[in-house]
């Protein structure tokens, strides 16, 4: 219970920069004293970023869906387990913590020659709970004869658990919210600019 409890206090606290950052900016950043290289940074360079990072996400979360998708008409070989483990990862900086996923590397054969894997499904993710990480690596204990899925033109390409897996969408899904984000950032910050230089114009001429 107390891991649970503190994956949550993670999670939440970890997602308080993309839930609210312009928010933030706008009531902190002050706009109109700075530069222009610090306005053009912030209103293009900045949400371009989140865009990039999200377009990325989104590529590659949408290459694993394809796989997986691919992945129920390859062909099987009997693999054995070879380890099976849980394996912890620590963090460190803003974002510490401990997350744990299952280490399961397998080894089968292909018209003769040995290949190795390590994929249990696609999009597989690591968790604050080890209890997730403990379930796959009880379901594939070291020494057990299982079925593999390979790509036939590339062994090396393999996983345990074909077709799409639920958690093969996050990874997708995170990458839209980054995109959007971004937009949304270089939206909001442009004209956060162009209010506080406009607020600002009527005081100069003012004092003159």
Same mark, same amino acid.
């Given at each position: 219970?107390?891991?649970q ?10 997602s ?7 928010? $933030? ?9 700075? +530069? *222009? ?9 900045? *949400? %371009?970023?989140?865009? %990039? ?15 997986? !998708?691919? +992945?129920?008409d390859?062909?099987?070989? /009997?693999?054995?387990v ?8 620590r ?6 913590? $401990?997350t744990?996923?299952? /280490?399961i &590397?397998?080894?089968?054969?292909? !018209?003769? @020659? $040995? &290949?190795?894997?390590n ?11 080890? +209890?997730?990480?403990?379930?796959? @690596?009880?379901? &594939? *204990?070291k ?6 899925? &390979? ?5 090396? /390409?393999?996983?345990? /658990?074909?077709?799409?897996q639920? #958690?093969?969408?996050? %990874? *997708? %899904? ?23 230089? #406009? ?10």
């Amino acid at each position: 219970m107390p891991n649970q409890q503190s994956g949550k206090l993670r999670r939440s606290t970890n997602s308080l920069p993309l839930l609210h950052p312009v928010k $933030t900016m706008r009531k902190t950043t002050n706009f109109k004293d700075a +530069s *222009p290289a610090h306005r053009f940074f912030m209103g293009r360079i900045f *949400p %371009l970023i989140f865009v %990039l990072i999200g377009v990325f996400l989104i590529y590659f979360g949408t290459k694993q869906i394809r796989l997986a !998708n691919e +992945s129920r008409d390859w062909p099987q070989a /009997e693999a054995r387990v070879l380890e099976s483990e849980v394996e912890r990862i620590r963090r460190s900086g803003k974002n510490k913590g $401990t997350t744990y996923r299952a /280490e399961i &590397y397998y080894e089968f054969e292909v !018209n003769g @020659v $040995t &290949y190795g894997g390590n994929r249990v499904a696609y999009g597989g993710r690591s968790s604050s709970n080890p +209890s997730f990480a403990r379930l796959t @690596v009880n379901k &594939y *204990p070291k020494g057990k004869r299982i079925q593999v899925s &390979y790509k036939s033109d590339d062994p090396n /390409e393999s996983v345990i /658990e074909s077709g799409i897996q639920g #958690q093969v969408w996050l %990874l *997708p %899904l995170i990458g839209l919210v980054f995109s959007v984000l971004g937009i949304i950032i270089s939206v909001l910050i442009p004209r956060s600019i162009r209010k506080q230089i #406009q607020s600002s114009e009527p005081n100069q001429n003012a004092a003159e």
